[in-house]
């Protein structure tokens, strides 16, 4: 039997509006006891001081913004990120922000700098006049590069949205599901979703879906759609509003979703195959995520980490109005 690594969020992501200083300390102990819970003491020390350097980075540099704290990876690959998103001035001269001793704001300009040194993995993205996004990573991860934002609308406590990615010897495998509305009920849609997924990660997409159909029947049903990667061929089955694409510098290919809505009805939905060219991005997100972006203008964020162009679609293209999900895979 072919090894499985399964990479995928495993409860909500938090999400933690700095906007005063008081906001630091809270967002520090919430990224301290998820490294104590996931990892152990070592690692939490170094992820919460790179939480409190970020935040503080958020009040002092753009007036604020959003820290994303979620645990993704399996139980032996077990990663805590921080994704520090703003809307602020940005950097004209990311190297030279990321020196110790630099600083805009009079402080000891050692913010950035040690959050690279501390994190396992770090990439940042900023542009003048759109905002900064920092990514830094703690723990082993392995497996296809991917990024993830996966959050409720605001005074929810669960999440409606969900997602899966496994990887076999083969390629990979990605779900991504968005159950009716928002809230508690949301929320249990997309888990029957989600299992019926998990359950066979690899069959043909068309199969998965008919499965979720089936299991969702008893809840209030939603939208999902299922990507399987083997080598260069990608197969695709969607049904609902989950939007889909390959994106490369020079195209961007959509990839079709049948109108419905799984739990609700019985009929089987068709999987349309796709060429992936080589470095493309597979980007699936909800309606919670505006589909009226461009990537391929945008070299500058097309080369960043996929949690970087995860994060920056959400902020630039996120609705507001219901949980989102946005899954960018490399």
């Known amino acids: 039997m072919d090894e499985v690594v399964i990479a995928r969020s495993r409860r909500i992501q938090q999400r933690h509006v700095i906007d005063d200083a008081s906001k630091v300390g809270e967002v520090r102990r919430a990224a301290q006891t998820l490294a104590n819970f996931e990892i152990d003491a070592e690692v939490a020390g170094k992820v919460a001081l790179a939480a409190t350097e970020l935040a503080n980075n958020l009040l002092l540099h753009a007036d604020g913004g959003e820290l994303l704290i979620q645990t993704l990876g399996g139980d032996d690959s077990t990663v805590i990120e921080l994704l520090a998103i703003d809307r602020g001035p940005g950097m004209t001269d990311i190297g030279r922000c990321m020196k110790d001793g630099y600083s805009t704001a009079g402080t000891p300009g050692t913010g950035l700098g040690a959050v690279r040194r501390l994190a396992t993995e770090f990439d940042i993205h900023s542009v003048p006049g759109e905002g900064t996004v920092a990514m830094a990573r703690f723990g082993n991860g392995e497996g296809v590069r991917y990024g993830a934002v996966n959050v409720a609308l605001e005074g929810e406590v669960e999440c409606g949205d969900s997602w899966s990615l496994q990887e076999d010897s083969q ?4 779900f991504v599901i968005d159950g009716l509305g928002h809230g508690t009920f949301a929320a249990e849609a997309a888990r029957a979703g989600l299992d019926a997924f998990n ?7 068309q199969e998965i879906l ?10 209030r049903g939603g939208a999902a759609a299922c990507a399987r990667i083997i080598g260069d061929k990608l197969s695709y089955a969607g049904i609902g ?3 889909g694409a390959l994106v490369s510098p020079d195209k961007s290919q959509g990839l079709v ?10 009929r ?16 699936m997100h909800s309606d919670g995520v505006s589909a009226r972006w461009d990537l391929k203008s945008r070299p500058d964020l097309l080369s960043r980490h996929p949690a970087i162009i995860a994060a920056a679609l959400y902020r630039d293209h996120g609705r507001g109005r ?4 946005v899954v960018v895979v490399g």
């Open 241 to 243: 509003n989950i939007s």
């Open 257 to 266: 979703s049948h109108n419905g809505t799984l739990g609700l009805n019985q």
């Open 268 to 283: 089987r939905s068709q999987q349309f195959e796709y060429q992936r060219a080589p470095g493309a991005l597979l980007i």
């Open 199 to 205: 359950a066979g990660p690899f069959a043909p997409p």
């Open 322 to 325: 219901d949980d989102a999900t």
């Open 210 to 219: 008919l499965r979720a159909n089936d299991v969702m029947s008893k809840t």
């Open 171 to 174: 390629g990979l495998a990605l």
